[in-house]
């Protein structure tokens, strides 16, 4: 990215009343070896005349310290079992950790894919600079121009998409004031134990833990070939346009939704672009949010990892030759499945020794972001313009266009050596 990012010390963010000083534990889906990673979000927002920026950093840092609050967990640590049966939270108030800091960076940058995977990394401090790492990591960037950079790492094995979205909106509305903390809903609940091993169902055989043979060097491609980012914006017209595709010569189906013709979309022009051979087993996975399909549903506060991964699987030779209306099905036969046991089947399958984990060979993964509400996260500079990953890597993103509420932009790294051939497909439907 541009020239320099200077960061100031960084600093942890407690609560600002006193929280509960308690060990909680994870769920089964939370403690999940697939879910160790941090999601990170980037938000860029536009600077708005007169703005005090110092005002704002401690208008921030208060909000954060207020939120923590309600939800006190995410101030804690996460820390392995010693039977190695799971994770559990220590909560003491450790506190999340915030960075303020300068770069040179353009905002015309973020109107386009970057140049390379990490380009926009230092936006994002690691979290390795606080002695115990903590679950929430903030950092506030100004950037060139009259624009800043919010760039936010939520350790995925504490909340999901949609809780830690949840707890951005609730920052965002203490520090402007739109909301009181003793008022805003949904209020945060913990319950994982609703998610955990019940031991009446038994582990199911899904596909998505299930290997398949690596006949196209696939796991070494990902590995060796430099990946090379890529953003597409579809408007209403062209989304339209993938469903009329999709349902041409099956006009007693259901018209498929703007995700299924998306993904489906996508995961075609990715085969056709990485040339793997027609036996090659390929899976699309995308996360289910489960709230509603378990019963009974889960309270609209539940901010823990409450989704499983779909999965629609298919050869190379089938999901190119089919066309879109074929591989848009798979994707929501693969949805209208996931039921409560099936929610149970995996919570067996994941838990204890079993620890199943998805499979990577022939893997596309596709995550919605545009439904979670990060477009709406105002802490005082309006909407952000543009939502997107601190680093555009091989799983696919789907995310809002600030002020286009119809419209979605993909964004994946691909191989460069199909990087081309992806741009040319995914722009031309009907090739």
């Known amino acids: 990215m541009g020239s320099f990012v200077r960061a100031k010390k960084p600093v942890l963010i407690t609560p600002s009343q006193p929280t ?16 160790r990673f941090t999601i990170e979000y980037l938000l860029v927002y536009r600077i708005p005349h007169g703005l005090d920026k110092d005002a704002t950093v401690a208008r921030v840092k208060s909000a954060v310290a207020r939120a923590l609050v309600p939800y ?20 003491r108030a450790q506190g999340v950790g915030f960075i303020e800091a300068v770069s040179d960076c353009s905002p015309s940058e973020f109107e386009r894919a970057p140049r390379f995977v990490t380009q926009w990394k230092k936006l994002l401090s690691s979290f390795e600079l ?26 995925h ?20 004031g739109r909301v009181k903390l003793s008022e805003f809903e949904p209020k945060p609940v913990w319950e994982r134990h609703l998610l955990d091993s019940t031991s009446r169902a038994v582990p199911g055989a899904h596909p998505e833990f299930v290997r398949v043979p690596d006949i196209s060097g696939f796991g070494s491609r990902f590995c060796q070939d430099q990946l090379s980012p890529t953003s597409v914006t579809f408007d209403r017209k062209q989304i339209n346009e993938l469903k009329k595709l999709a349902s041409a010569g099956r006009p007693s189906e259901a018209q498929h939704t703007s995700f299924e013709v998306l993904s489906a979309h996508v995961w075609r022009s990715w085969a056709r672009a990485l040339n793997l051979p027609p036996k090659q087993v390929l899976k699309l996975l995308f996360s289910i949010n489960v709230r509603n399909r378990v019963k009974p549903s889960l309270h609209a506060g539940y901010y823990g990892n409450a989704f499983v991964l779909g999965c629609a699987q298919t050869s190379t030779k089938e999901l190119t030759e089919k066309g879109l209306g074929y591989s848009s099905g798979l994707i929501r036969r693969a949805k209208e499945r996931v039921g409560d046991e ?29 439904r979670m509400g990060l477009d709406r996260v105002d802490f005082g500079m309006g909407r952000p313009v543009h939502v997107g990953p601190v680093c555009c890597d ?30 040319y497909l995914i722009r031309s439907p009907y090739s």
């Open 72 to 91: 006190y967990p995410l101030a804690g640590r996460v820390k392995a079992r010693p039977d190695g049966s799971g994770l559990d939270v220590v909560c």
């Open 130 to 155: 606080f002695k115990s790492v903590p679950p929430v990591v903030i950092q506030l960037t100004w950037l060139n121009d009259g624009y800043a950079a919010l760039g936010v790492g939520f350790s």
């Open 20 to 35: 509960p000083s308690h060990i909680l534990s994870l769920s089964s889906l939370d403690s999940q070896p697939f879910l």
């Open 157 to 176: 094995c504490v909340c999901d998409g949609i809780g830690s979205a949840q707890f951005l909106n609730l920052f965002a509305e203490l520090a402007t």
């Open 394 to 423: 091989k799983y696919c993103l789907i995310l809002p266009v600030h002020d286009r509420t119809d419209a979605a932009k993909v964004m994946v790294a691909v191989p460069g050596t199909g990087v081309d051939r992806y741009e």
């Open 342 to 370: 099936y929610v149970r089947e995996v919570v067996e399958s994941v838990c204890g020794s079993r620890r199943a984990s998805p499979d990577s060979v022939g893997v596309l993964i596709v995550s919605q972001w545009s």
